[in-house]
């Protein structure tokens, strides 16, 4: 059980009784209206999934080990923890005055919150981690390669894929850099003067490829590449159709359709990964439209549960009704 002090409750929230209840759904960050947006990718239904509160402008979205979902605010430099039984919104830390965490990710193995954090005073930026529980923050990696830690995502062995957007749009000079957890050594994946410009966010596949948003490679409406784990060999997915300037958010299904937030045409599209095929699957409603940032923002996919193994569901049956027989008889009182 996590205790965490500083707990208020959001000031708009869809009542429910667990995460599992939107399984499959898309939560979708919209940082110029203080709030978290569900999006149904079924139906494209939105609903307001929380606002207010410690929200200001919501960036990064991750969903934590215990269910939480956690959220970095650029413009508080905060980072918070949604109940999604009971809406309440949690302080867990706030950083630095000149620190903007821009995404999260969670470590599946401790559940650690894994920031990319940019600078307002002229600094690279660097990767922290941030302990759930208590808050505490420390610095993993900084300096280097890096000009703008701007989008991260975890790698099957543990690693950090963190998107490294360049000076400007039109310098060419974005990366991507894996970073050693336990070191904080860096090791530049893709260098500058590649297909990548300015990669936004990064979402990883099931056999470990990588799927990469471009603000703005090469011809100003975005674009999403695969990329090779190993090579670093990069592979156009999709281009022009939708895109206007504005992919930012990317995240994955269970059954691999890649979900992608368009911030200036404020929609999320659906997009085939083997074919690149474009599908509106929402748009307007609470996603504006215009300049970049306006729009949604970053995305997460609430997992499906795995089923229970049928033993474990047998023998659970069986304790239920050897239960049941036992409170009719007078017997089990605990």
């Given amino acids: 059980m996590f205790y965490f002090p500083a707990m208020i409750a959001a000031s708009a929230f869809l009542a429910r009784t667990a995460l599992a209840d939107v399984a499959g759904d898309l939560l979708v960050t919209d940082p110029n209206h203080a709030r978290i947006i569900e999006v149904n990718p079924a139906t494209g239904v939105q609903t307001v999934f929380a606002s207010g509160g410690y929200l200001q402008s919501p960036v990064g979205i991750a969903i934590g080990n215990s269910g939480a979902?956690?959220?970095?605010?650029?413009?508080?430099?905060?980072?918070?923890?949604?109940?999604?039984t009971t809406g309440a919104q949690t302080l867990i830390t706030s950083l630095g005055a000149t620190q903007r965490p821009l995404d999260i990710a969670v470590s599946p193995t401790n559940g650690n919150i894994i920031v990319a954090e940019a600078t307002d005073n002229g600094g690279p930026g660097e990767v922290m981690q941030v302990n759930p529980i208590t808050g505490n923050t420390i610095v993993v990696s900084s300096g280097g390669n890096f000009i703008t830690p701007w989008g991260i995502a975890i790698q099957a062995n543990g690693s950090y894929l963190i998107g490294n957007r360049g000076s400007q749009a039109s310098s060419n000079d974005g990366s991507l850099i894996v970073v050693n957890?336990?070191?904080?050594?860096?090791?530049?994946?893709?260098?500058?003067?590649?297909?990548?410009?300015?990669?936004?966010?990064?979402?990883?596949?099931?056999?470990?490829?990588?799927?990469?948003?471009?603000?703005?490679?090469?011809d100003g409406s975005g674009e999403i590449f695969n990329v090779n784990p190993t090579t670093g060999a990069q592979s156009l997915v999709s281009s022009g159709g939708y895109f206007d300037g504005g992919p930012g958010g990317i995240a994955i299904a269970n059954d691999g359709t890649l979900f992608v937030s368009e911030t200036n045409g404020g929609e999320i599209l659906g997009i085939n990964p083997d074919?690149?095929?474009?599908?509106?699957?929402?748009?307007?409603?609470?996603?504006?439209?215009?300049?970049?940032?306006?729009?949604?923002?970053?995305?997460?996919?609430?997992?499906?549960?795995?089923?229970?193994?049928?033993?474990?569901?047998l023998v659970g049956g069986a304790a239920l009704l050897r239960r049941r027989a036992s409170l009719r008889n007078g017997y089990g009182s605990n």
């Fill in 69 to 84: 979902v956690v959220v970095s605010d650029n413009s508080n430099n905060r980072i918070i923890s949604i109940n999604p």
């Fill in 181 to 218: 957890p336990t070191t904080g050594a860096q090791t530049v994946l893709v260098g500058s003067g590649s297909l990548l410009w300015t990669p936004d966010h990064e979402a990883i596949g099931v056999d470990g490829s990588i799927f990469v948003a471009d603000h703005d490679a090469p």
């Fill in 275 to 313: 074919t690149g095929g474009q599908t509106v699957i929402t748009s307007g409603g609470y996603f504006s439209s215009g300049i970049y940032g306006v729009g949604p923002e970053e995305l997460a996919v609430v997992p499906v549960p795995e089923p229970a193994p049928l033993g474990m569901l």
